[in-house]
């Protein structure tokens, strides 16, 4: 019933737009000359759309061209751009090989994304050994979307000895830092007494942050907990709450859970849930 989700998350690691300068006169000049650094923000600025229209086409040589002279985060961007054929077609080898470079440099988003390379055998080998090693001095560094992935090759024994003690000190740190799918997965180790003592009122609440950032699979979750009372005083009309919001973000799985339940509640009860789900569903922020 519980699982882990293993996803590639195509980051980008954006500076906020203001920190950056915009595109100018003085600043193209600047970087026509060769300088790697106005280069690399020519290239933002087409891709941010930031001073000049949004145009990854004309943002990839300018990433290309820092990126060639060294410049870490244009190497790293050039090859999230390859990765997801923005700007260029899409080119996983490609993706690899500036992945690679930035990654080699200590930059720890090029790191965990060469990590994902290797563990799904995209612009290179699948190996799971060395997608550990990248994700590893990415989560040393502090990236929260790499100690996640340290967690699951613990967890599963990807790559590195199976031990759901590492798992669990993994997903901690990455939850802690308000990681959405490891403190769901932190939430499964309390749930399932793997790498902590069962505990399923830390389940629940972990389920609960995750659930509120709208994760699915956290959301169902908390309807179990609700419906069975565990971690939490049983409540039906709640756990229809959280079923009901994970079918609507796309948890199929919740389909049973729901029918199971609206036979034990009253046709008010249920209006007056389905009245508080339209009313979540109104009030998330927009995209």
């Known amino acids: ?166 798992a669990f000190r993994w997903f901690k740190a990455a939850a802690e830092q308000g990681y959405a799918y490891a403190q769901y997965s932190l939430g499964n180790c309390y749930f399932n007494g793997k790498g902590a003592k069962q505990d399923y009122k830390e389940a629940f609440r972990w389920y609960k942050v995750a659930a509120e950032q709208g994760l699915q699979e956290a959301q169902f979750s908390l309807g179990i907990c609700y419906s069975n009372g565990l971690g939490v005083r049983q409540n039906y009309k709640e756990a229809y709450y959280w079923y009901l919001i994970s079918y609507r973000n796309g948890y199929t799985d919740a389909e049973h859970n729901i029918y199971l339940i609206e036979n034990i509640l009253t046709n008010q009860q249920k209006e007056e849930v389905q009245d508080r789900v339209n009313e979540w569903f109104r009030t998330l922020p927009k995209k």
């Open 1 to 166: 019933m519980k699982r882990f989700i293993l996803i590639f998350v195509g980051l980008l690691c954006f500076t906020l737009l203001s920190a950056l300068p915009a595109y100018s006169a003085s600043l193209l000049q600047k970087a026509k000359s060769g300088d790697a650094e106005a280069q690399y923000y020519i290239g933002r600025a087409y891709y941010d759309g930031n001073g000049v229209n949004k145009d990854y086409k004309q943002a990839l040589p300018w990433y290309k061209q820092a990126a060639e002279q060294g410049d870490v985060v244009a190497q790293y961007l050039l090859g999230y751009c390859y990765f997801f054929g923005e700007g260029v077609q899409q080119d996983y080898n490609e993706a690899f090989r500036w992945f690679k470079a930035a990654a080699e440099q200590g930059y720890a988003y090029a790191q965990y994304s060469l990590g994902n390379c290797y563990y799904n055998g995209e612009g290179v080998k699948h190996g799971y050994k060395k997608a550990f090693r990248w994700y590893k001095a990415a989560a040393e560094q502090g990236l929260a979307d790499a100690q996640y992935r340290i967690g699951i090759c613990y967890f599963f024994g990807e790559g590195v000895k199976h031990d759901y003690n590492e």
